[in-house]
Every structure is written in structure tokens, then in C-alpha cells.
């Protein structure tokens, strides 16, 4: 199990090399997170919803991605409510209960999706969340220590060094555990390393000695993307250069922020109208709150903003939730968002209603505007109908008016056909391509199992 002494210290990122590692050597590999807070999430082959890196984590281990791998999903849709989705669907029960009232009812199916991978793989790669460290969460905990104790996994502890203050982390993070969590913390890792690795000593040392707990590996910095579990890597971004760009609207409740990944340098995330300037083409992202992202949207006054930019042909694409944005109203009879009736920006003549239920599905379509096949997936409550001044290049899926569009399908630019064309109407360049998924995982893999003690690693087996 790798766990982490805070969020984002890089646990999705090792999980992922080790299940790669292992499943080069020939073991049947499934990888596990318990529970995942993000609304970047994805479609299985059967139509489930479940966590971005747990489907990466599946690729990496070579096997179909099942909802086992991640039971239970958080998609958070205000500061204090998110949805739950268990075993891949969203349950409108568990989502209205009390946060502490809901551990008691997942847990079963944690503990079930659990034993039932083990049974059937060799090596099951467990994920945490956040920090072991939580003591006020440690009664509902489901998804760090009690996991550990579930099946007496050994616990690889990842810092951030990057971050600075690594070492206290490890060992405060230590002290919090209690005697039978410490038995099972079997190494620690220091993450994101860049510098001299002689310059750590006598640190590790010192370390061991507090704690009996051996650093089994400094994993330098490495420049490898894999794509995101959660909108940390919005914090912090910024325009590259001073040429055109793609503005990406950086929405409170955006979702699904990693299939922008193959614009590369030429994404710059926006909040403001003076970020807009120079900007060649605009996007509205997915969101798990529609209406107050929306609301967001005006309030910024990024919203008239792109009004103005779309009227001087600047092309903007709607995806799923800003899909919705864009239109001329919504409506939410059924309270999926807390009801009401909104009205969209206009810019394309189409309605939606969110229905109770939610769409999930892989899709392939073929759009009628460019004749590219596409491919990537559907995650959406919104039902949508077109009024006759917006054009479908693909039924129920695809939209254009003039220069604006809006789609259902994310995923749609990582299509490298519709990328470049997308690109194209935009005057900018195509970036340099990333490497495959699979490729980016061999070399993440390769780098990770250099820098572990693997003898180490891979006895704990």
C-alpha cells in the first residue's frame, strides 16, 4: 500500500509505476483505492463511473478497469456536499446522508470489492487518501489505516520533498499512528526529489533511528505526466510565452480537467476577463455544478467576455457542463443540483434538463462537421434538444452555430484529427504530441523501480 503524508505527494503516480513494474514481471496485477475524493473521473468497458487514477492505474497493470478497483467515488459539488457514487453508480441515498453516518455503509462494500480482487489477482497495489495523520478522522476512516489492518498490507509512507519539511512529515505523520498501524508501515520514500541525493545524509539515518523505519528510496523529480486525479495542478498555472493560447475557464467545480493534457503549453487557465487577452480559442470545461459554476461565470465577468470574443468569431467549445453553459437554459426538475431554472449564455440554441438518472458510457461517434470518427465518453445528467438555429454534427452529442460548439463527449481533443482541426480554426499550432499512455507508464515505471530499494520493495510481497 503506498500512502502519503499529505494530498498530492505523488501516491496515484507510485501506485501506477508499481503496478506497471509488477506486471512486468508477470504478475497479475490489480490496483485499489477505497475511496476517491475528485471530479475528474472516467467510464469502465461496462459503463461504471470511477476514478481517474485507478483507470490509469488498471492500464498500467495491464487489465480491464473495474469499479472494484475504486467502490466508492466523492464528487464534490459544493464545500461542503458531494455525490457518492458506489460501485460505479451515483446513489442519491448515500449522498444525502451525513458524512460520518455513510462510513458505516460503505464499508461492507470496501471491505468486499477488496477481498474479492485479492482472491483474484497476485498483488493487489493499494492506494490511500490525503494523510494517515488525521486523527479526527481516524473512527470513520475507510480508506487509509483500516484498509491496511483489513488485509495487513505493507505501507510504503510518501513525502514530497519538494515541498520542504519531508523528514518532519515522515515522523509526525509516524507519531500519529497507532502501535499497530506503525507495525505496518514498512518504508518510507521520499518523493519529488531534485538535487544531490548525498546531500539527504544524515537525514534518513536520523530517521530510521526515531522510528525503526528504513527510506527505501529518493524517486527524483520526474517530468513524465500522467493525468490528474484533482484540480491541484490548476494551482499555480500560468500563461507560457507570448504567443496565442487556448483560454480554459478555470470554474470553481471543474471536472474532467485532464483531457485538455494534448493542448500542452498552448492551455492557459483563466478567471478573470484580462486573462482572455490574446486568447485564440476558449473552452468552457466540464462541471459537477453547472448552475453555480455558471453563476460563477457572470459574477468574474468571464462570461460577457466570451460573449464578446465568440461575436468576433474567436472559437469556443462547450464541453459537457459548459456545453450546458453555453445554451440558452436549463432546468433541474428533478433537484439533481437543488432545482431551478437558469438561463445559459445563448451563444447555441439548445435546452437541457437534467434527468434523475445519469448517463455513463464509452462512445464512438461520427461527427458530420468534420468527418472524423471520435471516440471518448459520456458523463452527464443534462438531457439536451437543439432549437433550429444550432446544427447537430452528431444527434444528442455534437453542436455547432457558426463558430461555437458543444459536445457531450469528453475526451473530444484527445482525437488528434479533431485536435489539429480544432487547432486549425484557431490559427495556432499543434503542440508537440505527448507520448502514449503506455509509453509515459514504462518510463515512469522504469525511473521509480531504479530509485526503490526494489529487493526491498518487492519482498514485501
Given at each position: 500500500m503506498v500512502q502519503g503524508c499529505?494530498?498530492?505527494a505523488g501516491k496515484s503516480y507510485l501506485a501506477s509505476a508499481l503496478c506497471r513494474a509488477l506486471a512486468d514481471e508477470g504478475l497479475r496485477v490489480a490496483p485499489f483505492k477505497a475511496q476517491n475524493m475528485s471530479n475528474n473521473a472516467g467510464v469502465t468497458p461496462a459503463g461504471l463511473e470511477m476514478g481517474r487514477a485507478q483507470l490509469v492505474q488498471a492500464r498500467a497493470a495491464r487489465v480491464m478497469p473495474d469499479v472494484r478497483m475504486n467502490p466508492v467515488l466523492l464528487k464534490p459539488e459544493a464545500?461542503?456536499?458531494?455525490?457518492?457514487?458506489?460501485?460505479g453508480r451515483a446513489d442519491p441515498e448515500l449522498t444525502a446522508l451525513p458524512w460520518r453516518e455513510r462510513k458505516g455503509q460503505l464499508w461492507p462494500h470496501v471491505q468486499e470489492a477488496l477481498h474479492s480482487l485479492m482472491a483474484e489477482f497476485d498483488v493487489v497495489v493499494i492506494e490511500g487518501a490525503g494523510s494517515p495523520a488525521e486523527v479526527n478522522l481516524r473512527s470513520s476512516d475507510?480508506?487509509?489505516m483500516r484498509v491496511a489492518r483489513e488485509v495487513q498490507a505493507a505501507v510504503l509512507l510518501a513525502a514530497d520533498i519538494d515541498r520542504g519539511g519531508a523528514f518532519a512529515h515522515l515522523l509526525g505523520t509516524w507519531h500519529c499512528l497507532i502501535p499497530e498501524e506503525r507495525a505496518l508501515l514498512r518504508g518510507f520514500i521520499l518523493n519529488r526529489f531534485r538535487g544531490d541525493a548525498s546531500l539527504l545524509s544524515?537525514?534518513?539515518?536520523?530517521?530510521?533511528e526515531q522510528t525503526g523505519v528504513p527510506t527505501v528510496g529518493v524517486v527524483p523529480w520526474l517530468d513524465v505526466p500522467l493525468p490528474e486525479e484533482d484540480g491541484v495542478a490548476l494551482e499555480g498555472a500560468a500563461a507560457h510565452g507570448d504567443g496565442g493560447f487556448v483560454a480554459i475557464a478555470r470554474l470553481p467545480r471543474v471536472s474532467n480537467l485532464d483531457e485538455f493534457a494534448p493542448l500542452g503549453e498552448l492551455a492557459r487557465w483563466v478567471a478573470s476577463p484580462a486573462d482572455l487577452v490574446g486568447a485564440r480559442a476558449v473552452i468552457l470545461p466540464g462541471s459537477k455544478s453547472t448552475a453555480a459554476d455558471l453563476a460563477w461565470l457572470r459574477a468574474s465577468g468571464l462570461a460577457g467576455a466570451i460573449t464578446r470574443l465568440a461575436a468576433q468569431g474567436v472559437p469556443v467549445l462547450g464541453v459537457c457542463g459548459g456545453l450546458?453553459?453555453?445554451g440558452s437554459r436549463i432546468t433541474d426538475p428533478h433537484g439533481v443540483e437543488g432545482g431551478g431554472d437558469v438561463a445559459g449564455l445563448g451563444l447555441l440554441d439548445l435546452e437541457t434538463e437534467f434527468a434523475p438518472l445519469k448517463t455513463t458510457r464509452l462512445t464512438r461517434l461520427t461527427d458530420a462537421e468534420t468527418g472524423f470518427a471520435l471516440e471518448g465518453y459520456e458523463i452527464h445528467h443534462g438531457q439536451t434538444v437543439a432549437g433550429a438555429g444550432a446544427s447537430a454534427c452528431t444527434p444528442g452529442l455534437l453542436w455547432r452555430q457558426g463558430n461555437v460548439r458543444g459536445t457531450y463527449l469528453h475526451g473530444l481533443l484527445e482525437n488528434p484529427a479533431y485536435l489539429e482541426r480544432f487547432l486549425g480554426w484557431a490559427d495556432l499550432p499543434v503542440p508537440a504530441g505527448l507520448d502514449s499512455l503506455d509509453a509515459r507508464l514504462d518510463a515512469i515505471a522504469a525511473r521509480v523501480k531504479a530509485s526503490l530499494d526494489w529487493p526491498f520493495v518487492r519482498g514485501l510481497l
Open positions: 499529505t494530498s498530492n464545500d461542503t456536499r458531494s455525490q457518492v457514487v458506489l460501485l475507510i480508506v487509509n544524515p537525514a534518513p539515518e536520523w530517521l530510521q450546458q453553459m453555453l
